[in-house]
């Protein structure tokens, strides 16, 4: 009998999506509504909430809730339920000087001009933004790219209850892995799952993530690998590839019915402990009874300590989630132990040495440089398969051979003026 | 900065123990009080309360307590507090009879004749015996080793708090092994450790102990290895041997510092499912944030479905206990995947087979049945170190050419008229 962990602060899930004759009533409405747009990160947590993934946020927060995420965690408007990190919506001051309170207001994504939601504002501030920095990412450095998000929101925030009436692109572009809260609990019942080890991700899934979710699944009922599908970097892997790279890693190595896989719609705050704690609340409400924690979680540069993401689930009071971290070491293939291990379990300490031709040269851990993996890769040359699995790497080089297909499309193109650009 | 996990229905732990001065005012006092003697399991239940094992008990269950328990596993004179197996005294009707409410007594194990404690009687009563079997033992069937022992038991209960004299001689024959919970948590403590795994165990420490120990480690601060010294059945292997082993196989491929071992003096009881909580219970009480609760934990026969002792974990109230079980499958090496693995993990169905002279002739997962080892032990061929290391084989060999040779020596000096029998 399945019995998942609670929402977050609440017996049920609260998607705020409307649908069907409510949302298409809701749109024509909003369109006597004054405007307010919507950065990225305003459009991720703003779908989060309409999908229950913020279970049991109403809306953008207001002064109290943000001065109480900040300092303590708590939101006075919700009983001082926990909550790790402000989710607000910022407003040039011109545009928040001609909102009255009380007012209602229409959401628009500022990057591709679709409607996202209305809201009823009831609280209109400004913020020390060094102050929420300075708890939230424990830094006001603005090379930090949170930091330098939150430096750059416009100067008042805008609160409210919030009606949610679209997802943006994810269903579509993300079909088949973009999944919301209440469909992901359907899904783990469905396969009689109780204990959920959620594994975030958002790199292509090599061997010392595999060690992750094998442990995980040695002490849950599963594991649900889920990742970030917001905006990427220049030169990460895309969700598609990704996708590919797990399906054929978990097709031959795992048993597929311990494993799902799903994407989810936030961009990255980087806040390193405070971000663990976000993605451990909307773990909770995807149903997720454990969030795989490793190194360095959510983190970014040296800002964080390599495993202050996994002591600040200890400095929390033991009530403040259902969910619990399951805190993992650095992982590596041993020659030493002959199997994955972390700095916990292997006894070996030597450094395993792999030359350019991809050899196994000696030594026990094997801690492979992006750059050397990179080498290899672009050479033709093998990655030993103690790093990451063929099936994985003939993903990737397909991928990356077809980038330079394209450079080379692209460039006898230009060249016959088939191409714009 | 360590933070164990509290004490089971108190902010301290409540050892019984008196020591110095107390303890031999006691004992002199004892001396004109009625006797009344102690099975092994009674003598094994005093200790634990005694070294706060079985916090927050003050003694022997009264008759609403042994009810609640059966029925419920709650303890109503203790507001309910969550206790899964009652801890009861029996003694024979006419002694019963002879002592009055409010007398005290001493307490006596039956065994050794040394006094373990003294009980002022609070509570005399008869119970159903074949009730505490169905709701405990989930059987009444007397072939079961549980069953039997309760149905064996005295007809009449004693309850009431005890003062607890002595250890009995876990102390000195188990030194170095033998741990009170006090003395566990403070080198948890000294260690750094708040999240702590206790493997339950009884048997020697072979591959699949050992991935067990492994995971645990991977997923917590570090492993407690909890022995069971109490009575042993006739060809088991003495604690001091598995300690042998035990240390062998840590030394050479753990991380010292991520291991500790220690023993705890109860019997067992066969009672599955419910022995699974009491073993949850003193092991909070120890210090551990996690029991690994495996296949047909405390099991006998086939009394109990093999994840029966994990499914109950699922059905108590979550706050009934801080310690979470650690459930794990049944674990094995596979050659195809080339590591330890478990039913959840591996993806290949086949077996491996050994041949009569320890090689291995093809499939996948090894499951070596205990006749093949020990005729592989005893005829001096290798046993595949994929089931066990050979350092632990070299000191089980090293113990059963022992026993050989001890039967040599009596069957010489028998001869020769130099022993009894």
Chains 1, 2 share one sequence.
């Not at 849950?220 to 889920?226: L, M, P, R, T």
């Not at 705050?269 to 924690?293: D, K, M, T, W």
Request: hydrophobic fraction near 40%; glycine fraction near 8%.
């Amino acid at each position: 009998m399945s019995q998942l962990v609670p929402p977050h602060g609440s017996a049920q899930l609260k998607p705020l999506l409307l649908e069907g004759a409510a949302r298409e009533a809701e749109i024509k409405r909003a369109a006597g509504l004054k405007r307010v747009p919507l950065t990225s990160r305003e459009t991720g947590d703003l779908i989060m909430m309409g999908i229950g993934g913020f279970t049991p946020l109403d809306g953008f927060m207001g002064k109290a809730d943000w001065q109480g995420v900040c300092d303590d965690m708590r939101m006075p408007s919700k009983d001082g339920l926990f909550w790790p990190i402000p989710i607000t919506l910022s407003a040039a001051p011109a545009l928040a000087d001609s909102i009255t309170i009380g007012e209602e207001v229409s959401l628009w994504d500022e990057e591709t001009g679709e409607l996202m939601a209305t809201m009823k504002v009831t609280d209109k501030y400004a913020i020390d933004k060094a102050h929420e920095c300075a708890t939230v990412f424990r830094t006001t450095d603005q090379a930090h790219p949170g930091v330098a998000m939150v430096m750059a929101q416009a100067d008042v925030n805008l609160a409210g209850p919030v009606k949610v009436l679209s997802e943006a692109y994810f269903p579509k572009q993300f079909a088949g892995l973009y999944q919301r809260p209440a469909e992901a609990r359907a899904m783990f019942e469905e396969r009689g799952w109780s204990t959920v080890a959620a594994l975030q991700l958002r790199n292509p899934m090599h061997g010392s993530h595999a060690y992750l979710a094998w442990v995980a699944i040695e002490v849950c009922d599963g594991v649900y690998i889920h990742q970030l599908v917001g905006k990427l970097k220049p030169g990460d892997i895309p969700a598609d590839v990704r996708v590919k790279a797990i399906d054929a890693l978990v097709n031959r190595y795992f048993r597929k019915e311990r494993v799902a896989m799903a994407g989810y719609p936030l961009d990255m705050r980087y806040a390193g402990p405070r971000e663990a704690l976000l993605h451990a609340v909307f773990r909770q409400n995807y149903g997720c009874s454990h969030l795989i924690v490793g190194r360095d979680h959510a983190g970014v540069g040296d800002y964080y300590g390599p495993f202050d993401a996994q002591k600040i689930f200890m400095e929390i009071p033991s009530e403040a989630l259902h969910l619990k971290p399951l805190c993992m070491d650095w992982t590596f293939y041993c020659y030493e132990c002959g199997s994955m291990a972390s700095m916990k379990t292997c006894p070996h300490e030597s450094k395993a040495v792999i030359d350019d031709n991809g050899q196994y040269q000696g030594g026990a851990r094997l801690l492979l440089s992006g750059t050397l993996l990179r080498k290899l890769m672009s050479e033709g040359k093998p990655v030993p398969a103690e790093f990451s699995k063929p099936e994985v790497i003939a993903v990737l080089k397909e991928y990356y051979d077809s980038l330079e297909e394209k450079v080379e499309v692209k460039l006898h193109g230009a060249a016959t003026g088939d191409m714009k650009k």
